[in-house]
Every structure is written in structure tokens, then in C-alpha cells.
């Protein structure tokens, strides 16, 4: 009988040793740790854009989500509560129109039931109204946009989609090929079947550090440029204004702000539902760290980060 109790006290012993080791492990995931940061290649700045005059920029909100900072980024608290702003930035120039992003759609209620059950289990969300209907409201002609461009095509950044029929819908090849190989991170832009959907490349020079870009106007108010690692194809829009503002949005290369300024990344709890390639996703928020150091009047703006929709939404 005591061998018997001691073996079994023996494994309880083990069992509460391991426990206590993926207790440390998954807590540690959770501590502030900064991104190294590599300066050996030098970032040039572009030529200055050339917006012209009529060019409009607007943020436009269509609900939101409330979760912890701790799932945001490293080094937050759990009793931090953080809203995610759900929504698009239209711009509107002469050349055309583009609605980056969605935000949520008119049927953001059964989007939202799609999604992991460790983030609903997390997260509260609060409905705004679709951007489609927040247009047409104000007089827009949403048949009149020349595209709808996903900074990439994960749920909360789509869900409108199909709210804008006949609108073309601008990917740039990696992320076209990641809806096509399956995966629940791109189902819910499977499920709205045939779309028609404008290809794009970078088929211009390289721009702040990356590569090649794609000039949307020819103006360089509005440069694209390739930042996978969140999804494959996911893209950074660069955009100035006629009054020289500038902004970069950033999709959801970080949550909030404090991803872009330490720099750091999400936590491995929320690297590991979202992120697509966790090593790619550092580089390009160590890189745009960088930028933001370089200009830093510059708006870089993360697709959830309130206090950056504050200063685009006049
Ligand atoms: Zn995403």
C-alpha cells in the first residue's frame, strides 16, 4: 500500500513540476521583450509625392472590438483593456477611388461566429454601421470605387466585402495564392465565392527599404508595398496627402501603437492563431520601426489602433 502511495505521490509530484514548467513557459510569452532592431542596410527617402489638390482621405469606423493589451503585444497587462477599431480608409483621388479595408460587413454578426474560439472566448465586439451604408448615407456611389483593397484578406478586414458587388477586389499575388490553398485563415473570402478580383504586382522601384513598389497614381501619393509575414501577401499602404500629411497603413502587422514604437510582437498565444510566419512578421515591424525613426512625423497607422484612426477621422 505505501509503495503503491509514494509511486503515486511520486507522479503527482512530476505532473505538478510539469504544469508549473508550461505555467512559467506560457507566462514568460507574455513579458515585455523588444525586437532587435538590424541597421546594417540604410533606408533612403523617396522622392516627395506629388497628391494632387482634389485628392480626399477618410477614416471610417464600423464597429470594434475590446481585448486585453496583453494579447496586443508583449509586455501588456492583462488589466489593460485595449479597443480595436474595426473599419477602412477611403481615398478618393482623381485617378480613382480606394477603400482599404472593410472593417465589419452587413453580416459581421455571422463572420464573428467563424472565428478561432480562443479569440471570441477573449474579445468582446460592438457592430457599427457596414461602410457601405455609411457611404451610400452621405451620397457615395460604391459602384463608382475602383477597388477594394485589403491590406490583407483576414476576416475583420473583409467582412464587407461583399457589401461593395461589382467592386474589384486588389490582391497582390501571394495573398491571392493564400485564399487559393485553403487554410481557415482566408475561408471566410472563399466563402463569398467568385470575386472579381484585379492582380496586382510591384512592379515599380524600390521604396523605403523594400524592394519594389507598386505607385497606384503614378503621383506617389499612394505606394504599395509587399510585408508579408501576418498573411502572405499582406501589404503596407503608404499615402500622402495634398497637405503633405503621411500616413502608412500597416494592416495588422501590429495591434497597437506600442508594437511599431518599442518595437515589439504579439504575444505567442496570439502569434500563433493570427500570424501566418512569426519570423517575417518581427523583420517587418522591426523595418518599420525603423521608418517610423527615419519620419517621424509620419502616421503609421496598425488597421485596430483608435488612437491612430483619432487623428485620421476628422
Ligand atoms: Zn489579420
Avoid: C
Avoid at 36 to 54: F, H, K, M, R, Y
Avoid at 86 to 94: A, D, F, I, N, R
Amino acid at each position: 500500500m505505501s509503495g503503491r502511495r509514494s509511486k503515486t505521490k511520486r507522479v503527482l509530484a512530476i505532473v505538478a513540476t510539469l504544469l508549473a514548467v508550461l505555467g512559467a513557459l506560457l507566462a514568460s510569452t507574455f513579458t515585455a521583450k523588444t525586437l532587435s532592431v538590424d541597421e546594417t542596410q540604410a533606408i533612403t527617402l523617396p522622392a516627395p509625392a506629388a497628391p494632387p489638390a482634389a485628392m480626399r482621405v477618410r477614416a471610417l469606423r464600423a464597429g470594434s472590438m475590446s481585448s486585453s493589451a496583453a494579447f496586443a503585444f508583449r509586455g501588456g497587462a492583462f488589466s489593460d483593456e485595449r479597443v480595436f477599431s474595426m473599419g477602412g480608409v477611403l481615398v478618393e483621388h482623381p485617378q480613382g477611388r480606394l477603400l482599404f479595408d472593410t472593417g465589419f460587413g452587413r453580416n459581421a454578426r455571422t463572420h464573428i461566429e467563424g472565428i478561432p474560439w480562443l479569440m471570441r472566448a477573449t474579445t468582446t465586439f460592438e457592430l457599427g454601421t457596414p461602410i457601405a451604408d455609411q457611404l451610400r448615407a452621405s451620397g457615395f456611389d460604391v459602384s463608382t470605387l475602383s477597388g477594394v483593397v485589403p491590406t490583407h484578406v483576414h476576416w475583420d478586414h473583409i467582412s464587407g466585402v461583399p457589401d461593395f458587388p461589382g467592386v474589384p477586389i486588389w490582391l497582390p499575388r501571394a495573398e491571392h495564392d493564400f485564399i487559393a490553398s485553403g487554410g481557415r485563415a482566408s475561408e471566410l473570402m472563399r466563402s463569398f465565392g467568385k470575386l472579381e478580383v484585379r492582380p496586382y504586382d510591384f512592379p515599380h522601384g524600390a521604396y523605403l527599404g523594400y524592394p519594389s513598389s507598386f505607385d497606384v497614381f503614378g503621383d506617389a501619393s499612394v505606394v504599395l508595398v509587399q510585408a508579408g509575414g501576418h498573411t502572405p501577401g499582406s501589404i503596407i499602404a503608404f499615402i500622402t496627402e495634398p497637405s503633405g500629411r503621411k500616413l502608412a497603413l500597416i494592416g495588422d502587422l501590429a495591434w497597437q501603437q506600442e508594437g511599431i514604437e518599442q518595437p515589439t510582437e504579439r504575444p505567442w498565444v496570439s502569434r500563433m492563431i493570427v500570424d501566418f510566419d512569426a519570423e517575417r512578421v518581427r523583420e517587418e515591424v522591426a523595418h518599420v520601426h525603423r521608418i517610423q525613426r527615419l519620419i517621424p512625423e509620419l502616421i503609421v497607422v496598425p488597421a485596430h489602433e483608435p488612437r491612430a484612426w483619432a487623428k485620421l477621422v476628422q
